[in-house]
């Protein structure tokens, strides 16, 4: 199975939800191999699993930076730039890292294609090759199939029994490309009225629904997808993110969790081929904030069920976990496991 991580909104939590997410099901199925690919130029899922703050993540992470290719998403889009509209012999393992080569804390059975800001740059000229004009060929679908193409290879290699897509909350050409090779997707939503909104911009973007105006149809991405009879990632998972104890039935919070229930419940009845769940309370997870347990495991690039309780020292500062808070956290993730 292929799961995306996305929200048309930054600031959710939606890479913490990744990494402790990957990691937890990676130690809970020690026999699964496991691919994650990192579709967001900032590569912060994978500056964690390649060790974090503390672990030199972002110095482990720009080691894979230095070859040719580069061993990231980035290399491999490099690479195709030479042949954009013809799937070429592809070498996974070029582009294929391990991140527990460079964190003990990494379960053994994750393989990486390392996030790259190089991506960002070549966005542009990936748009502009998507729009070409080739007599015979849909030039958008050959690009946008660069991520199933380079999918494939890897599998061919060896078969990997579940694939994690990182995204950018925007809705970039590569970020299309993550979303066209995944089959289900994980929204995380926060409770503010900008979560919401982001929420309904999910349905439009990739499903039209609700469009401003009828001549969006012709260029929207599900209008080109379903044209070549490509299916479209349903939505798995709301997970309603950073939580407190504030959140009582009576806060403006709580108010607008509601609504983002109102209007998944609406899109289920109008949509129901949107989602892989009929029932609102199948499709939602709600994971309180992560706290002090949080700002360490993220720190130390630690899953949760293996991170320590009590004093942690980071760069000569002591900080408490206390066991309360990490089991919080532990329940939290392993409910969205449990979802996969």
């Known amino acids: 199975m292929r799961y995306a991580f996305w929200n048309n909104k930054g600031g959710t939590g939606k890479t913490s939800l990744a990494f402790q997410t990957i990691t937890e099901y990676a130690i809970q199925n020690p026999n699964d191999k496991i691919l994650v690919i990192d579709l967001c130029p900032q590569a912060n899922l994978s500056e964690l699993l390649m060790g974090g703050l503390v672990g030199g993540g972002s110095s482990n992470l720009s080691t894979l930076y230095t070859g040719s290719p580069s061993r990231s998403i980035g290399g491999y889009f490099q690479d195709r730039f030479s042949y954009p509209f013809q799937t070429p012999q592809i070498n996974p393992s070029s582009y294929i890292s391990i991140p ?69 909350p925007s809705f970039a050409i590569y970020t299309q490309i993550a979303l066209s090779a995944s089959q289900r997707l994980i929204v995380p939503v926060m409770a503010d009225d900008s979560s919401r909104r982001a929420l309904t911009n999910v349905f439009s973007l990739v499903y039209g629904l609700s469009l401003p105006s009828s001549i969006y149809n012709q260029y929207a991405f599900n209008t080109k997808l379903t044209g070549e009879n490509r299916p479209l990632p349903k939505i798995h998972l709301v997970v309603k993110n950073r939580q407190n104890q504030y959140m009582g039935p009576s806060s403006a919070y709580a108010s607008v969790l509601s609504s983002i229930d109102t209007d998944l419940n609406s899109v289920i009845s109008s949509n129901p081929q949107c989602f892989t769940f009929t029932n609102l309370t199948d499709g939602i997870v709600e994971v309180r904030d992560f706290q002090t347990a949080g700002v360490v495991a993220f720190a130390k690039a630690t899953p949760f069920s293996i991170l320590s309780t009590g004093k942690h020292t980071m760069f000569g500062v002591d900080t408490t976990v206390k066991e309360e808070y990490l089991d919080n956290c532990i329940t939290a993730v392993k409910r969205i496991v449990a979802q996969l």
């Open 100 to 168: 527990a080569a460079f964190n003990n804390n990494i379960p053994t059975n994750i393989d990486l294609i390392a996030g790259d800001r190089i991506v960002e740059l070549q966005s542009n000229s990936i748009s502009a090759l998507s729009i070409t004009q080739i007599p015979g060929v849909n030039t958008y679908i050959t690009i946008i199939d660069w991520l199933n193409d380079l999918i494939a290879a890897a599998e061919g290699e060896k078969k990997y029994d579940q694939i994690f897509i990182d995204t950018n």
